[in-house]
């Protein structure tokens, strides 16, 4: 076992480098620039075989690492706020070209107001891309999902691209003791990349090609299927870097979920701090848990309704606003999920942290006290609460 | 998957002339075989002849610019009746 003191933002790039990149292609911003700095550095150093390509922006990042992936390269590349903001387009291409890329995205907040600090709203704008969206609490899991994203992505079922979301500054910029595999074990978990198809010049094929009234809806069933196979794939990957690792993961972590009446769902580094507050709550009695998605995109729906079902009544933490929609993004999920169900948890949802404003055990303790209430009474008075915000 | 297409020069067997709206028309008496149509059709699909000159149908997309820039009034454009 080798600890290292790492940030989130060098686990991910000491991943990458383990996981033995063929093509990196990115372009640096806050805070996700220690990435692809920390992954220059390796390939200067001579520490990797990777081919490093500079580029003028990121939607030159992402058109570049889509040419690497469908030559059957191992790609990844990394960026965060506005650069995904210019990645859109390209994402949409990347995923449907099926080139199984990763990217770690440093979620920060989008202009305006300029803004470099942590919240979802990157990745929630693009997440009808076709992606498969991960989002980690730690650099631990920064570190493991991303090594465990390539398998995912690179799967012959899933052949998708897959982004490991950390929360700007709060994981990319906090140093934590990092469990790091061996090499020799990084690469007997992730064997070279099997492409379907690639561009060969003996073999000559054609991408990207023209798919109007006649085709496209096929190709996007095509993808919604791809989609619906990321769960079996994930499991089975998960299970397997569990063996290596020692350490599981899954869909989804639960904490007191099994007698919860009141419970938290919330994805990245404010889990941690749920989960503190509901031990805390539940060393006084009081049946709180907290449901933390790794994976958000495909949504795993059939199991939030399983671990949701019997609770009374659940806060969804959404750090990022959907201006104009019933709710957040994760809250808005978790609402169309439990509708198949005949009884249903009371959901309210929590806006909080946008632009980095910072949340405290005390906000969730609140949060969680108002859900106990509402568990008791099945009033929900409020049904989109803005956490810390001054009005 | 991923609209890959897996053979080469497969583009010939989709034809394009479906598209057409409206369809060209030579008239042979009239057409003096001066190949301006054949150097401005974006398809290429105007035939060459001896003495005049045909339309490949079959990717011809109706653009027009054929009968556009023809100086004898030789071409036609005609509704397609589908």
């Known amino acids: ?391 | 998957m991923g609209a890959v297409v897996v053979e080469p020069g497969s583009s010939l067997k989709y034809k394009t002339g479906d598209w057409r709206a409206f369809k060209p028309l030579v008239d042979r008496e009239k057409c003096v075989n001066c190949l301006l149509c054949w150097i401005y059709c974006p398809d290429s699909a105007i035939v060459r002849q001896e003495k005049w000159v045909d339309v490949n149908y079959d990717y011809c997309k109706g653009c027009g610019i054929c009968a556009h820039e023809c100086p004898k009034d030789a071409i036609k454009m005609v509704e397609e009746q589908k």
């Not at chain 1, 390796?42 to 003028?56: F, I, L, Q, R």
């Not at chain 1, 650069?83 to 990347?94: K, Q």
């Open chain 1, 1 to 391: 076992m080798t600890i290292l003191g790492m940030t989130g933002d060098e686990a991910v790039a000491h991943a990458a480098k383990q996981s033995k990149v063929d093509i990196v292609a990115a372009y640096p911003i806050t805070p996700q620039t220690i990435i692809v700095e920390r992954f220059s550095k390796y390939v200067a150093d001579g520490e990797v075989h990777t081919g490093y390509v500079c580029v003028e922006s990121e939607h030159s990042a992402l058109s570049a690492c889509v040419g690497a992936s469908l030559t059957g390269a191992r790609v990844f590349t990394a960026t965060s706020s506005q650069g995904l903001a210019l990645m859109h387009e390209m994402m949409y291409i990347a995923s449907g070209l099926r080139c199984p890329i990763v990217m770690g995205v440093a979620n920060r907040a989008l202009s305006a107001p300029i803004n470099i600090h942590g919240d979802h709203s990157d990745m929630m704008g693009s997440r009808d891309s076709g992606w498969i969206q991960i989002y980690v609490e730690n650099p631990q899991e920064a570190y493991d999902w991303t090594i465990q994203a390539f398998r995912i992505a690179e799967d012959k079922d899933v052949q998708l691209p897959v982004s490991v979301n950390l929360d700007g500054f709060i994981i990319t910029h906090s140093m934590e003791g990092v469990d790091v595999l061996d090499d020799l074990a990084v690469s007997q978990f992730l064997s070279i990349r099997e492409p379907i198809f690639k561009l060969d010049p003996k073999n000559p094929l054609t991408f990207g090609a023209l798919c109007f009234t006649d085709y496209y809806f096929e190709f996007k069933r095509q993808q919604t299927e791809a989609m619906r196979n990321v769960q079996t794939v994930l499991d089975k990957v998960c299970r397997e870097y569990k063996d290596v690792s020692g350490r599981g993961y899954g869909a989804f972590e639960a904490y007191g979920m099994e007698d919860a009446e009141a419970a938290v769902v919330c994805i990245g580094s404010t889990a941690g701090t749920a989960r503190d507050v509901a031990w805390k709550l539940r060393t006084r009695g009081k049946k709180v848990g907290v449901l933390k998605p790794w994976l958000y995109r495909p949504f795993p729906a059939e199991e939030v309704n399983a671990a949701l079902k019997h609770v009374k009544a659940v806060a969804v933490f959404d750090k990022a606003g959907s201006l104009g929609a019933p709710y957040g993004a994760l809250c808005t999920d978790v609402v169309s999920s439990l509708h198949t169900l005949e009884q249903r948890p009371k959901i309210f949802n929590v806006i909080y942290g946008l632009g980095g404003r910072d949340i405290q055990p005390s906000d969730i303790e609140l949060v969680l006290n108002k859900a106990l209430d509402i568990a008791e009474t099945g009033l929900v008075k409020e049904e989109t609460m803005f956490l810390g915000v001054r009005e």
